[in-house]
């Protein structure tokens, strides 16, 4: 099965919210679709396309390549499918995952697998602060899945 590949085009020059790129959200879109989808910042609009070139491949495996630590929240909410990632990634990595598999080859920013319930992480690198523990004024970080650190955790992990 051929992946569907994003490429970042340029490190931005702020902080993006990916959260919107799952596999079952992306399922049945095509190229253009999925260019045209919004991706959240906290100065200017920005899509899918403006930061990644987008090469075709079935939406049940994303690859991310090139990535950086400005991209916050990938596989966020995650409920199946795989995504690879090809460098560290920023705050949130698979926040509130129910299923799938977040795989990051590079090191990720703080609150990875917040709120986790099921699916597996594995981060080919270090993992930054808080890893599976709740975000201020939450009660409970990861409950269930598996979370696998090739690298370092940093201060409080498990939380």
Same mark, same amino acid.
């Given at each position: 099965?051929?992946?569907?590949?994003?490429?970042?085009? +340029?490190?931005?020059?702020?902080?993006?919210?990916?959260?919107?790129?799952?596999?079952?959200?992306? +399922?049945?879109?095509?190229?253009?679709?999925?260019?045209?989808?919004?991706?959240? !910042?906290?100065?200017?609009?920005?899509?899918?396309?403006?930061?990644?070139?987008?090469?075709?491949?079935? +939406?049940?495996?994303?690859?991310?390549?090139?990535?950086?630590?400005?991209?916050?929240?990938?596989?966020?909410?995650?409920?199946?499918?795989?995504?690879?990632?090809?460098?560290?990634?920023?705050?949130?990595?698979?926040?509130?995952?129910?299923? @799938?598999?977040?795989?990051?080859?590079?090191?990720?920013?703080?609150?990875?697998?917040?709120?986790?319930?099921? @699916?597996?992480?594995?981060?080919?690198?270090?993992?930054?602060?808080?890893?599976?523990?709740?975000?201020?004024?939450?009660? +409970?970080?990861?409950?269930?899945? !598996?979370?696998?650190?090739? @690298?370092?955790?940093?201060?409080?992990? @498990?939380?």
């Amino acid at each position: 099965m051929k992946p569907l590949v994003l490429t970042l085009r +340029a490190v931005p020059d702020q902080r993006l919210d990916l959260a919107v790129l799952l596999p079952h959200r992306l +399922a049945g879109l095509s190229a253009a679709e999925i260019e045209r989808l919004e991706v959240q !910042t906290r100065r200017e609009r920005v899509t899918v396309g403006d930061v990644f070139r987008v090469t075709m491949g079935e +939406a049940d495996s994303i690859r991310i390549e090139g990535s950086c630590e400005r991209l916050d929240r990938i596989g966020e909410g995650m409920t199946g499918g795989e995504i690879r990632v090809d460098g560290s990634v920023g705050a949130r990595a698979g926040r509130r995952m129910a299923g @799938g598999r977040l795989i990051i080859h590079g090191s990720t920013g703080p609150w990875a697998a917040s709120g986790m319930t099921g @699916g597996a992480i594995e981060i080919i690198g270090d993992a930054g602060e808080r890893l599976g523990g709740p975000l201020p004024g939450e009660t +409970a970080g990861m409950r269930g899945g !598996t979370v696998v650190v090739r @690298g370092n955790a940093k201060a409080r992990a @498990g939380d």
